[in-house]
């Protein structure tokens, strides 16, 4: 700090030499707002301290232009008396004063302040301050540089002796800048900013501290307004009387009310105004703005404490990431996916200052230290292990010292990591474990991805690896004179991390949401039993090139660059374009189930349509050449009712708009009868003939395509559409975890009325046109009888009903499901109680069920709008597997993660978790490797929320349940080989050595006998 100061000093002496009193510049955007004490003063002293500060500002704006709060109606008559254009408040009149401690409110001056919308430019100054023509010129440059700014400078003390007169303001202005000095960076004396600044001051005490250092730090902490520190640049004279010898200043906690200040903003914002010092400001300006030669500069001596707080999030967990100029495409790879998937709660730790500059440029939350930033070289690539790349390690470690020092929870990652999902969800917030981590090679923890409580025991833990590291960094010094070298791996913070694990509590994460390399992008681990990750580690590769390869190898690759690679954004908004209005057309699917088709006609027909023309499509299929005598006799009887559109009248009357038949001329199963294409832009309500309808379907349905299709603020441009029925069903399974209940998760999530998934509902399923057509261009393109085009990875079990019912061609979902999957897109559904839909289906047997089993769920059959028709925009979306997707934007990825070319089976049924039998289970204990003995290493679940991160061990067992599946008996035969035949080969060979060894030392003896 009195570095600090000395160098300001230094500084404004120098600009001091360049100005002058004359040159005044009246900037009339500007008003100037103080607090003065009784005027006309009784001690002649302190009434010509606030004249001359009055005659200050005077000189710079107009007298219009300023407004005076004093605390009583006499020093308002006076000060109206000498400078009649002033504006002037009484606080007494405002109703602004606290009663017990006598003091007026501040927050009612800046209320008044702010109200003053024709000027837009506010500056609050204390009573005793003298302003130079310096502060006009500063704030006409920073104005026309930037949008939104926050102006804060050190005060100048100069004392006022009792023995002078100081009645010449002017030559006291001048006395001031040759005679001051810069004062400490916790007083704020001066402020400027914009009217629309958003804060809203609460009521604290004038003339007691923490006041300023709230509304700073407010400004630091919860706007993107840049502070600027214009120490440099303007001359805030502070006039001070002069203390006799011996006498000390009043300490500020001992005034009149501060007490009540110190609990305020303890309340307000806790330990936070502790940041709102001057030397936090972001920006510092420097040099003579009226000579049009002041710049910007980043202030490197800034806190890290101020982006900590910025970006923790409110559990004070922070990831803090190291970059170099040289991984810079790799970092920007990593920024735009934390941007994919929201995730703001970090920092970046800049290794060199090219690197600093370029995240600052782009408005990253980058940190740099004084010293760090004073290597100004380019830090490319460093070797893994060598000597460079442990220095850059050294500096991570110090700076996450001062992390934990400060009260965060850090999450320290390589830069090569590939973040999918918010970390933070899947962790555990136990605070009695110390560290957690990535698994290394099944026991160990990587360095790479970790995470450390700021508990004493964190605390400590960090301090003896920082104390390794150092010592790691003289051996490799030392290097050249060992005659045995250690092996560079041995020889980093890892090494460190893994060498104390046994001396305190851990957590290994979850090796399938937190997967390295090699089992990801190589083992495919993760895939195999349809888990999508949270966090994958790009290790077990070696080099910048390599790396970024892979990545766009599998898609996965977001961006080199200070932009991002957009996602798949489904269809845009298109209803603005349209010439005709939006139609719903009912969609009747049949074959011969005569008594299945009337309850549902007679459902439809019903129903109030609101005195709508609705078109009614009766789709009906034709037998196939190989169908049954009775399946023909009950299709004739089908058609017969509703004639076939041309020869044959329907005995069906519909009256509530057109009706079509539609016959087709080949048999087409159910898959040609829903993906007929259409030449209308109408939206598809598709009713297979086992269903029913509510008789208020038709309002409901109405009203919620207005609400989520038409209303283009409501338009969500992923979900193709909507469904009636209650869903039930989770298609994606997960080995290792247990299946989901929708209702269960629902209720987790607060019960919403609606939400969206991505399964289509077929059973009153309801497409926007656009969608829809987009569906049906992409399965024209489809090789609809190749088997593994069906198919969709990740563990659904529309693979396994595709693999059971392809020959006979009784499905059709499975292709939308793939689809779907592609694209990242969803659907509308209804949570209503008691499981009531506007749809029902009979479940009677056909191609999904072989026997009647009746109504599915009950139906609506009381309309209550409050309920049925109470929409929202902000929904939860749920993927296949049922879990809560916070960026919907992330599905469409989703496919690259089992990328066709490194799956080229894209039916791969995963493992089972009933499906490891006793016997198994047996084998994988005594195959399991246990890691070293640990203190107290947490085995058990760890459930964060809805989460659940579960412990290495239970890992490692469904690891070896892969490797020795059922399905693996050519495995088990190899097994069974080597145990016959290659163990005791290997055993005899292991014996020869031995006796061979054994003869030589005998030999050696023999000779040194001799």
């Keep these: 700090m009195k570095l600090y100061l000395h160098i300001l000093n230094v500084v404004v002496a120098t600009l001091v030499l360049t100005q002058s009193v004359k040159g005044v510049v009246t900037f009339t955007d500007i008003t100037i707002f103080s607090i003065l004490k009784t005027m006309p003063n009784p001690d002649p002293i302190e009434h010509q301290i606030q004249t001359n500060s009055i005659w200050s500002w005077s000189q710079l704006v107009p007298m219009e232009n300023i407004i005076l709060f004093v605390d009583n109606a006499t020093s308002c008559s006076f000060l109206k008396t000498e400078y009649p254009n002033v504006t002037c408040h009484n606080f007494a009149s405002l109703k602004c004063w606290h009663s017990t401690y006598n003091r007026p409110y501040i927050n009612c001056a800046f209320d008044i302040a702010q109200q003053q919308k024709q000027k837009s430019i506010l500056v609050f100054v204390n009573g005793d301050i003298m302003l130079h023509n310096s502060m006009s010129h500063t704030i006409s440059f920073v104005n026309a540089t930037m949008q939104k700014f926050f102006l804060v400078g050190c005060r100048r003390d100069y004392e006022i002796s009792p023995s002078f007169n100081y009645s010449n303001s002017e030559k006291t202005l001048q006395n001031g800048l040759n005679h001051s000095r810069i004062h400490s960076t916790t007083g704020i004396d001066f402020i400027a900013f914009k009217t629309d600044t958003p804060f809203r001051m609460p009521p604290f005490l004038v003339g007691v501290y923490r006041w300023d250092n709230w509304l700073l730090s407010e400004i630091l902490l919860r706007t993107n307004i840049t502070v600027i520190d214009v120490t440099q640049s303007i001359f805030i004279i502070h006039q001070q009387r002069k203390k006799p010898e011996g006498e000390k200043p009043e300490r500020h906690a001992l005034r009149r009310g501060a007490i009540y200040n110190d609990v305020l903003v303890k309340n307000t914002s806790g330990e936070d105004y502790k940041v709102g010092f001057i030397n936090n400001a972001n920006q510092i300006l420097t040099g003579n703005c009226e000579q049009s030669q002041c710049t910007f500069k980043d202030n490197l001596d800034r806190s890290e404490t101020v982006l900590l707080k910025q970006r923790a999030n409110a559990q004070k967990y922070i990831a803090v990431l190291t970059v170099t100029s040289g991984y810079m495409p790799l ?514 047997s056909g191609l999904n069920f072989n026997v009647t089993r009746g109504p599915m769920n009950p139906i609506v059959e009381h309309l209550q709008p409050d309920l049925h028709l109470n929409f929202t925009k902000n929904l939860p979306v749920f993927d296949y597997h049922f879990s809560l997707i916070d960026q919907p934007t992330l599905l ?46 947490y085995i058990k679940e760890h459930k964060n929320g809805t989460r659940t991160t579960r412990s290495i061990e239970t890992s490692l067992l469904e690891d070896v349940s892969l490797r020795l599946s059922p399905s693996s008996d050519c495995f088990k035969w190899f097994l069974l080989f080597e145990l016959i035949f290659v163990f005791p080969i290997a055993l005899l060979i292991v014996l020869g050595v031995c006796l061979l060894s054994r003869k030589k030392q005998a030999f050696r003896k023999k000779q040194f006998k001799r």
């Design 892 to 937: 469409s990825m989703r496919h690259n993660l089992w990328h066709r070319h490194y799956f080229v089976n894209q039916c791969r049924i995963i493992e089972k978790n009933h499906k490891v039998t006793a016997k198994l289970v047996k084998l994988k204990k005594q195959l399991l490797v246990k890691p070293k003995t640990r203190a107290s290493t």
């Design 331 to 844: 970092a920007w790879n990593w920024i735009c996916w934390t941007k994919r998937i929201g995730f703001r709660n970090y920092i970046l730790l800049a290794e060199d200052l090219e690197a600093y500059k370029i995240l600052r440029a782009a408005n990253e939350p980058v940190f740099i230290s004084k010293e760090q930033s004073l290597n100004t070289s380019s830090k490319s690539e460093a070797k893994y292990g060598s000597y460079d790349f442990q220095i850059t390690m050294m500096y991570r470690l110090e700076f996450l010292m001062r992390v934990l020092r400060a009260g965060f929870h850090f999450l320290s990652a390589d830069m090569d990591t590939l973040w999918l999902s918010n970390p933070f969800n899947y962790i555990s917030h136990n605070l009695s474990i110390t560290i957690q981590g990535q698994t290394h090679k099944q026991t160990k923890m990587s360095g790479g991805f970790i995470i450390i409580h700021a508990t004493s025991k964190g605390r400590k833990l960090w301090q003896d690896v920082i104390k390794c590291q150092n010592q790691n960094l003289v051996d490799l010094r030392e290097q050249q004179h060992l005659k045995r070298k250690r092996p560079a791996s041995d020889l980093t913070e890892q090494e460190c991390i893994n060498n104390r694990l046994n001396t305190t509590t851990i957590n290994l994460l979850d090796p399938y949401l937190f997967p390295d390399g090699r089992s990801f992008f190589d083992l495919h681990r993760p895939q195999s039993r349809g888990i999508v990750p949270v966090v994958i580690h790009g290790n077990w590769l070696v080099g910048l090139e390599a790396k970024i390869k892979r990545l766009q190898s599998w898609n996965l690759l977001a961006s080199t660059g200070s932009s991002c690679d957009p996602l798949e954004s489904g269809i845009p908004y298109s209803l603005s374009n349209r010439t005709n209005p939006v139609h719903i057309r009912i969609r009747v699917l049949t074959y011969n189930r005569l008594q299945s088709l009337q309850r549902l006609l007679k459902s439809l027909q019903a129903a109030n349509y609101l005195n709508d023309s609705v078109t009614l499509d009766i789709s009906v299929d034709r037998p196939s050449a190989g169908a049954s005598s009775s399946e023909k006799e009950q299709w004739k009887k089908v058609m017969d009712y509703v004639g076939d559109g041309e020869t044959h009248a329907s005995k069906f009357k519909w009256s509530h708009g057109p009706l079509s038949i539609i016959v087709h001329k080949n048999h087409v199963g159910l898959l040609g009868q829903w993906t007929v294409s259409t030449d209308h832009q109408d939206i598809q309500l598709f009713l297979e003939d086992d269903v029913a309808v509510s008789p208020h379907f038709y309002i409901f349905l109405k009203q919620a395509i207005d609400f989520y299709y038409i209303n283009e603020s409501n338009y969500d441009s992923r979900m193709f559409g909507l469904s009636m029925q209650h869903q039930h069903t989770v298609l994606g399974q997960r080995t290792g975890f247990s299946i989901r209940s929708i209702d269960k998760e629902l209720n987790e999530t607060g019960a919403p009325t609606f939400f969206k998934y991505q399964l289509l509902g077929t059973w009153g399923a309801v497409f926007f046109p656009e969608h829809w057509h987009a569906f049906l261009e992409w399965i024209a393109t489809i090789k609809t009888e190749n088997i593994e085009e069906g198919c969709t990875p990740g563990g659904l079990l529309s693979t396994e009903w595709w693999m059971s019912r392809h020959l006979a061609g009784r499905m059709w979902t499975h292709w939308f499901i793939r689809f779907a999957y592609e694209r990242g897109w969803y659907s509308l559904y209804t949570n209503f109680p008691n499981r009531e839909a506007l749809i029902v289906n009979y479940r009677e």
